[in-house]
């Protein structure tokens, strides 16, 4: 191709003929089984999935921010269709039961683009057209989820879980609910024997820096596992060899491979693959500029390329050739545009094209008149919902799933109880033993004060801690169909709530009567009480916070942010009656001082008197009037139990639309 470090133009007008001998039409011809009356009856159990004129545009890339916007309102519809930038050129296709397709190419040729497109899984912002069907009929979103499994790029698990435990997990809410329990375990077992993780399945699948756990290879393992459970006819992976050494990234093909061999339809997107891993796809699907450069076998690819003048050397891997070979140049972009063209457009005519346009249009004819079809138009027009468990099996599944995760991470349980039981000894040494005089009212008032700013930043942090870590877990299974939004937040707060009702109340019970706070074990009840409910109220806030945030950093920064001016407004640093009426709306929404009142109202109401130890000094002689001087009333102790718990029920209910948004956003 000319001198070395140098990439020439292919000739368009090569003389060589760029088609290849005539094979049987047979090739495509729909899979025929016999009925068992010594008839053949057209029964396919199969899917082929086929894609025609797939086209993908987008503005840049990007999202527009504010100015874009308004900017863009203000230009003409023709400048803006000029911004549109074409990530997919009339791309068609299909995949056959069987076989196993690699969508290769260069970095920005499209091979994610195409599997995103596939498989509906495209940007908000990205617009398509073309037709994707199954077995000759077009399908949309929901459909194709019911049919396939996706495997993506990285693996993600609740790492406490034993890979076992997982896979019930999945067997739950994955497998039809018809199936009885004992049929889903015996799922469980077979998959464990098929994808070779039988010494592993006791394991725990480990936490990146923290949990000890799976390998690579074993996690994509149990990523493949995880999809095939429900034995599903049609599977897409993304990468499933990123980030694994040679080794590892030829024993997933393999795996691959073998679940093709049985009847199953694969489509992979794969970066570089060896020479060793690159012989074992059944098709390769080549990608230039988002255009399609071949569709066909391995074998078939390199003569394809011979008639084109270009051989792939000898000992050298064809991966490796047909990448550089199509790749854009830095340096050499308009030979590297012109060497595409080539090769795209000799695609376009020869006759791998014809006879693959020529199949699509048989199978969609074929497709209406499919009798007795598993995926054929009735099979996949009674697809009603995208779950296959009920609401209650769901709740049942991820509950049992929330409850095991917390369980089996002692470790986080136990850095709870020592900081817990750490903050309230301190505060019962700094403030020990306070009497009934003047100095005592402010220190009592300011431990009651730091008992619920205690509650409220350590139980809001640590929900986003948590929460964040889980919410892609959560983003990617509901959007795989496994289980609705509401499931996923109610059980996942009430498997919570043990955890963050025993700490308070041991919060509570360590410090309250070393401080000297009202001695009857009635005041002490109302106390535990409030401080409980400032407890689930900040655990509220900090679910509302993880749920809005993009990531678990902008929780950590915006949520602490938020806290302060309902800190400000709860009566201690500043007098309840003396807040600016302008911000008088937002103190509404302060739990700082509802509790704030509800704990003063519980210590002093009932205190007649009051020692007044300084001289010249106006002092309080009573408990009603250390209430009147912060413009607290007895009153309204019902009121802040009523208000803390609507706090409770508002920032959860917030925090599920939050959640939802987000799922109907992605």
């Known amino acids: 191709m000319g001198r070395k470090g140098e990439k020439k133009p292919l000739l368009a007008n090569s003389n060589a003929d760029n088609s290849r001998p005539e094979k049987d039409v047979t090739r495509y011809r729909s899979l025929e089984h016999s009925n068992g009356t010594g008839t053949n009856k057209q029964i396919n159990h199969s899917i082929e999935y086929t894609w025609t004129h797939m086209n993908v545009y987008t503005r840049n890339g990007k999202s527009q921010n504010f100015y874009d916007t308004l900017t863009s309102c203000c230009s003409s519809g023709l400048k803006n269709k000029t911004e549109r930038k074409q990530l997919l050129n009339d791309v068609s296709g299909s995949a056959r039961p069987g076989e196993l397709l690699a969508l290769m190419g260069s970095s920005g040729a499209g091979k994610t683009t195409l599997l995103n497109s596939l498989t509906f899984r495209s940007d908000h912002n990205v617009i398509e057209s073309g037709v994707r069907s199954i077995n000759g009929i077009p399908v949309n979103s929901k459909l194709l989820t019911a049919v396939s499994a996706y495997v993506q790029q990285h693996d993600l698990f609740i790492g406490t879980l034993t890979v076992r435990e997982h896979l019930i997990f999945q067997a739950m809410v994955r497998m039809d609910r018809h199936i009885p329990y004992e049929k889903r375990m015996a799922r469980v077992e077979d998959?464990?024997?098929?994808?070779?993780?039988?010494?592993?399945?006791?394991?725990?699948?480990?936490?990146?820096?923290?949990?000890?756990?799976?390998?690579?290879?074993?996690?994509?393992?149990?990523?493949?596992?995880?999809?095939?459970?429900?034995?599903?006819?049609?599977?897409?992976?993304?990468?499933?060899?990123?980030?694994?050494?040679?080794?590892?990234?030829?024993?997933?093909?393999?795996?691959?491979?073998?679940?093709?061999?049985?009847?199953?339809?694969?489509?992979?997107?794969?970066?570089?693959?060896?020479?060793?891993?690159?012989?074992?796809?059944?098709?390769?699907?080549?990608?230039?500029?988002?255009?399609?450069?071949?569709?066909?076998?391995?074998?078939?690819?390199?003569?394809?390329?011979?008639?084109?003048?270009?051989?792939?050397?000898?000992?050298?891997?064809?991966?490796?050739?047909?990448?550089?070979?199509?790749?854009?140049?830095?340096?050499?972009?308009?030979?590297?545009?012109?060497?595409?063209?080539?090769?795209?457009?000799?695609?376009?005519?020869?006759?791998?094209?014809?006879?693959?346009?020529?199949?699509?249009?048989q199978l969609?004819?074929?497709?209406?008149?499919?009798?007795?079809?598993?995926?054929?138009?009735?099979?996949?027009?009674?697809?009603?919902?995208?779950?296959?468990?009920?609401?209650?099996?769901?709740?049942?599944?991820?509950?049992?799933?929330?409850?095991?995760?917390?369980?089996?991470?002692?470790?986080?349980?136990?850095?709870?109880?020592?900081?817990?039981?750490?903050?309230?000894?301190?505060?019962?040494?700094?403030?020990?033993?306070?009497?009934?005089?003047?100095?005592?009212?402010?220190?009592?008032n300011g431990a009651l004060f730091m008992c619920i700013s205690n509650m409220t930043f350590q139980n809001v942090l640590a929900v986003i801690n948590v929460f964040c870590s889980e919410l892609p877990v959560f983003m990617r299974e509901h959007h795989n169909g496994m289980y609705r939004t509401d499931v996923y937040f109610l059980s996942k707060t009430l498997a919570e709530v043990p955890i963050f009702l025993v700490l308070p109340i041991l919060f509570t019970s360590i410090m309250y009567y070393i401080v000297g706070l009202n001695p009857k074990f009635t005041h002490f009840l109302v106390a535990a009480l409030f401080i409980t409910l400032v407890s689930l109220v900040a655990v509220s806030f900090g679910y509302f916070v993880s749920c809005a945030s993009g990531s678990i950093s902008v929780a950590l920064s915006v949520g602490p942010t938020i806290v302060?001016?309902?800190l400000l407004f709860g009566g201690y640093f500043l007098n309840v009656g003396s807040i600016p009426y302008y911000f008088r709306w937002l103190s509404v929404f302060s739990w700082f001082k509802y509790a704030n009142e509800g704990l003063q109202v519980n210590q002093w109401a009932d205190i007649n008197t009051i020692q007044c130890n300084r001289v010249n000094t106006t002092c309080p002689r009573s408990g009603h009037a250390v209430l009147e001087s912060n413009s607290f009333l007895e009153s309204n102790l019902t009121m802040d139990i009523a208000s803390l718990f609507l706090l409770i029920i508002a920032f959860r209910f917030m925090a599920f639309l939050a959640l939802l948004a987000r799922t109907t956003r992605k």
Not at 303 to 314: H, I, Y
Not at 370 to 397: I, R
């Open 364 to 444: 969609c004819a074929a497709g209406k008149n499919t009798v007795d079809c598993s995926w054929g138009s009735n099979g996949l027009e009674n697809v009603s919902s995208p779950y296959k468990a009920s609401w209650t099996e769901q709740f049942s599944a991820v509950f049992w799933r929330s409850w095991l995760s917390i369980k089996k991470e002692p470790a986080l349980t136990k850095i709870r109880l020592i900081q817990t039981m750490l903050v309230a000894a301190l505060i019962s040494f700094i403030f020990y033993n306070q009497h009934l005089d003047q100095d005592g009212v402010m220190n009592i």
């Open 564 to 566: 302060i001016p309902f």
């Open 191 to 361: 998959v464990i024997q098929e994808l070779s993780l039988s010494k592993c399945q006791n394991t725990i699948i480990g936490v990146t820096g923290r949990i000890k756990g799976l390998s690579g290879g074993e996690m994509k393992r149990l990523s493949f596992a995880s999809e095939v459970l429900t034995d599903p006819p049609l599977m897409f992976c993304d990468e499933p060899t990123s980030g694994l050494d040679s080794y590892m990234a030829q024993n997933v093909i393999s795996v691959l491979k073998s679940m093709a061999s049985k009847g199953k339809t694969i489509i992979c997107t794969i970066h570089q693959p060896s020479s060793e891993v690159y012989s074992m796809f059944d098709k390769i699907l080549l990608l230039a500029s988002g255009r399609t450069a071949f569709l066909g076998t391995p074998n078939d690819a390199i003569e394809f390329f011979k008639t084109l003048g270009v051989s792939c050397p000898k000992n050298h891997n064809p991966a490796d050739f047909f990448i550089q070979l199509l790749a854009i140049v830095p340096s050499q972009e308009q030979c590297s545009y012109e060497t595409i063209d080539t090769v795209c457009e000799a695609y376009e005519s020869s006759n791998y094209k014809r006879d693959m346009m020529e199949h699509q249009k």
